[in-house]
């Protein structure tokens, strides 16, 4: 089983990483699918959730923190509209949320099984 410390230690630095990255430029990428983009969106807001709840839920109501997650991933969408070579997408945020309440309906399985 995974300590409260490495998951904590996990979000942050993927929080990190997901903000860096996000706010970085893209060069064009090639996609093997229409959707690819969003996918990516979805598995990395579901893996940042996923770590919150590992180092967070105990102090922590589930859906506060599904509510802030998306508020940052909102704030990051804003920030990507004021780069320049980047624009902020609605998909992007429901696609981000999409993500976290997949990983909250897998943790609460888990948790009920």
């Not at 180092?55 to 320049?84: D, M, R």
């Not at 949320?97 to 990983?103: K, S, T, Y």
């Amino acid at each position: 089983m995974i300590s409260v410390t490495v998951y904590r230690a996990l979000f942050w630095l993927l929080l990190a990483a997901v903000a860096i990255l996000s706010m970085m430029s893209l060069d064009s990428q090639q996609t093997m699918f229409v959707w690819q983009d969003k996918m990516h969106h979805m598995a990395a807001y579901a893996v940042l959730f996923w770590c919150l709840l590992g180092g967070y839920e105990k102090q922590k109501n589930l859906w506060l923190l599904g509510i802030l997650l998306t508020l940052f991933s909102g704030l990051i969408e804003v920030a990507q509209s004021y780069t320049g070579y980047r624009q902020a997408e609605l998909m992007d945020l429901l696609a981000n949320a999409a993500g976290i309440l997949l990983a909250a309906l897998l943790h609460v399985l888990i948790r009920r099984f």
